[in-house]
């Protein structure tokens, strides 16, 4: 007959997806009990895996199912803190530092970088978000946003704060909106280092930054002051957008940066009269380059009128938070991400912090 403590030891070798170290050794199985054929098996989970918690629920399921035959599981998901530690030169606070740029402008990427950022919160993690576009900040307006960071008593910026809750640092706060940034390279290391190091941000799972276009020095910056996480790729189907994604991932290589994926931006638009598919900018062509470079492809965002209206209206986290149809391609994308980053961590599992004298 099966017990309790056999279900718990099938259950504590499954990985955690944050630090892809064994769930048992973790301290995450919090309880676990029999009713008849069903096993209640409580996990704790760190928000930072919030985004992929029905795929651990699943894993868990299938993991009993494969141990005991005809067994199902009833899986409760708690939240399991764990604060993270001070990373880089700049001592921020994140888990999880996501860059998102492209190679060239005009592809859409600082709305991809804001639906990320909003969408990840959704789904559970703690998230701020930093635009880093410090030429053609976008962010305020796609937020809706606006007003100018103060200086708390420990002389930290104090980011504006989307719901109480979102930490947003942008240069459009900083400037006029018709006022022009005129800056060469130390200027602009100095403005990165300073949105990352002086800001609080708070404790944060994930750190999402709106690169500027093209293969400036930012990303050489970026990695020079803190461990990166990884890039997202923006790019827009037709070849002449490819050749400059191919760049751009090449300069995140260059500085050691790894690849988290490939977006594909306005594949397509549905005209909502007919309802025909036209392939403005034509379409795959993103998904093929990837496949050929051999990174992930992460998904595609057709041309969607209410997300375009939102950002214009500022209203880009009211849809992201309200509207199912419209962020579905998020919600792929994000989950996409964070599910490629537990697999990085199952098999480069993170190693257990030894007490400091």
Known sequence: MTSAAQIRDAVASLADPETGRPMGAMGQIIDVTLD???AHVTIGLSSHSMPIVDEVKDAIASQVAARF???????????????????GQVALRAKSVILVGSGKGGVGKSTVAAGLALTLRRLGASVGLMDADVYGPSIPQLLGLEGRPSIDENKKIQPIMLDGTFPVMSMGFLIEKDQAVI?????????????LGDTNWGELDYLVIDMPP???????TLSQIVPVTGAVVVCTPQEVALLDAVKAISMFKKVNIPILGMVENMSGFRCPDSGKNYDIFGSGGTRDKAEELGVPFLGKLSIDMTLRIAGDEGRLAEVIQQDDRARAPFDGIARSIV????????SQPVRPQLPTL
């Open 36 to 38: 008849g054929e069903t």
């Open 183 to 195: 800056w060469r390279g130390p200027m602009l290391h100095g403005s990165i280092t300073q949105f």
């Open 214 to 220: 093209g293969t400036g020095d930012i990303a050489l």
């Open 339 to 346: 599910r490629g980053l537990a697999s990085r961590a199952a």
């Open 69 to 87: 035959p005809g067994m199902k599981t009833n899986v409760e998901i708690k939240n399991h803190p764990r604060p993270p530690a001070r990373i």
